[in-house]
């Protein structure tokens, strides 16, 4: 008997060693984040490369289930709450620590050692910049998000989403709103410029909205499993997946066909760096 004796009674040893090969970026170590590392570390993988750019604070405690009552606010990176949590679980497995922003040298670097990626930030423009590295890369890029709506609470959901080596994308599965990546990854001297034309939105005065514990642990546990699915080879894995809190029901969508016209299926899918993704940093 041994740690992983239980892994290997569902998909087997072989399954097993498959995922000690996995090194898997997790860009985002907040509230679904750390459940993604949580279980990344009891699967036992090789390495997980945890990519964060913010100190912890006291509104993070209701949902970061790796952070202690007890760690300092500010002073407590967030990619040292993960590494924390990871070896005193299993100190066999590698943490590479990235304290710098996704838009980074660093995290680029980084992200190109993985060997499958896990997006879990919170706004478009991360999520684009993940989606198009890993395209050109071919990585695997598993894309994480929930949705707590302000006017709608009980309309609460997620969903999880899987870009790889089939067609389709985000912006394919309408999952992507490139409107708002383009505010969110415009520079400062344009920002200023639109909000000095049009105004700032009273949406962008406070982003920070309604989140729990519960259902980021959720969509982490579907795309996990998804991931499972893939490494092991036990079934394919479903492209998405999306749970909704009012009917408390996961659907699976349909592989979505990419559109002839998609900039990222055509262009960048495979052009490594050719795809020219220094713009972003």
């Known amino acids: ?22 090194r ?10 750390e459940h993604a590392i949580s279980q990344l570390t009891c699967l036992g993988v090789e390495e997980i490369i945890g990519i964060d750019d913010e100190d912890l604070s006291d509104t993070n405690r209701n949902r970061y289930v790796l952070a202690q009552h007890d760690d300092p606010v500010q002073g407590m990176h967030k990619v040292d709450i993960a590494e924390r949590a990871v070896k005193r679980v299993d100190p066999d497995i590698i943490f590479a620590p990235v304290k710098a922003s996704i838009r980074s040298a660093d995290a680029f670097a980084a992200l190109q050692r993985a060997t499958t990626i896990f997006g879990c930030v919170d706004n478009e423009g991360s999520r684009l910049v993940l989606m198009e590295f890993a395209a050109a890369y071919r990585i695997p890029y598993f894309d994480l998000a929930t949705d707590i709506p302000q006017g709608n609470v009980l309309d609460f959901g997620g969903r999880y989403a899987l870009v790889d080596h089939h067609p389709g994308c985000l912006v394919c599965m309408g999952l992507l709103d ?5 505010q969110d990854l415009e520079n400062p001297a344009a920002r200023v410029d639109r909000e000095r034309i049009y105004g700032i939105a009273k949406s962008e ?21 998804e991931f499972i699915m893939r490494t092991t080879g036990l079934r394919p894995p479903a492209r998405q997946l999306s ?19 998609c900039y990222y299926c055509q262009l960048v899918k495979g052009a490594g760096e050719k795809a020219s993704l220094a713009r972003y940093l």
């Open 1 to 22: 008997m041994h740690k992983h004796d239980r892994n290997e009674r569902f998909f087997g040893a072989e399954g097993q060693k498959l995922l000690a090969k996995e």
């Open 205 to 225: 005065l406070d982003k920070a909205g309604p989140s729990v514990v519960s259902l980021n642990g959720v969509i982490a546990s579907l795309a996990i499993t």
């Open 178 to 182: 490139a409107d708002e990546a383009r």
């Open 243 to 261: 749970y909704r809190g009012r009917t408390g029901i996961v659907t699976r969508s349909t592989s979505p066909e990419s559109a002839s016209s």
């Open 24 to 33: 898997v970026a997790v860009a985002g170590c907040g509230g679904i984040g």
